[in-house]
């Protein structure tokens, strides 16, 4: 049985290496070794993105309140809306998005951490969004998807074998029409 990797926890591995309890702070605050969970000051959250406008520094500035539960993804709640910590320092750098379908994309490739630093924001249209993730290396594909039934050793089998897609659908837990898709290198076309 894997334990939690923090020093004396030992509890059970549950995610990132972590106890069901550390990955939980980490999701809801961003640290796993937060000691006191607190409620955020209200206006706490939106006066910290006003603070760093000017942030100036070389490392990316990690956004120090909630994230969503499931995901970990940092999160604000303005006017009763939850919206990306991200997004709202975007607009208060760069401007409103030139269309409501722009997003915040960051140079740094560590929206996943939770970056919120006013240098590393910019507008990106979703398919230029898309491929500056495939450049940093932090696109969702393959195995990395969250929905991913198979893996690159599936993948490559189903590219050889001479099996029917029906078949190879049954065998893997598939569509027939994602193994034709598979076959026709139309999806996973990472794999070599």
């Known amino acids: 049985m894997r334990i939690c990797s923090i020093e004396g926890c030992g509890g059970a591995h549950e995610a990132k290496g972590w106890c069901a309890k550390h990955y939980k702070r980490w999701a809801v605050h961003g640290d796993p070794l937060i000691s006191l969970i607190k409620h955020t000051k209200s206006g706490a959250p ?8 000017g942030f100036d520094g070389d490392e990316c500035l990690v956004w120090p309140f909630n ?18 910590p991200a997004r709202v320092m975007c607009e208060k750098v760069n401007g409103p998005p030139p269309t409501p ?15 919120v630093h006013p240098k590393h924001v910019r507008w990106l249209t979703h398919r230029e969004n898309e491929a500056d993730k495939k450049a940093h290396g932090t696109a969702p594909i393959g195995t990395a998807h969250g929905h991913a039934k198979i893996t690159d050793e599936i993948v490559r089998e189903i590219i ?3 099996e029917s897609l029906t078949k190879i659908g049954a065998k893997f837990g598939i569509s ?10 139309e999806i996973w076309k990472h794999v070599l």
Do not use: W
């Open 160 to 162: 050889t074998s001479k």
């Open 101 to 115: 379908k722009h997003e915040a994309a960051h140079s740094c490739g560590k929206s996943h951490l939770g970056c």
């Open 176 to 185: 027939y029409g994602t193994a034709g898709k598979i076959r026709r290198r």
């Open 67 to 84: 994230r969503d539960k499931k995901s970990g993804i940092p999160q604000i709640s303005l006017d009763g809306t939850t919206k990306s």
């Open 46 to 53: 939106m006066a910290f993105i006003l603070a760093n406008v």
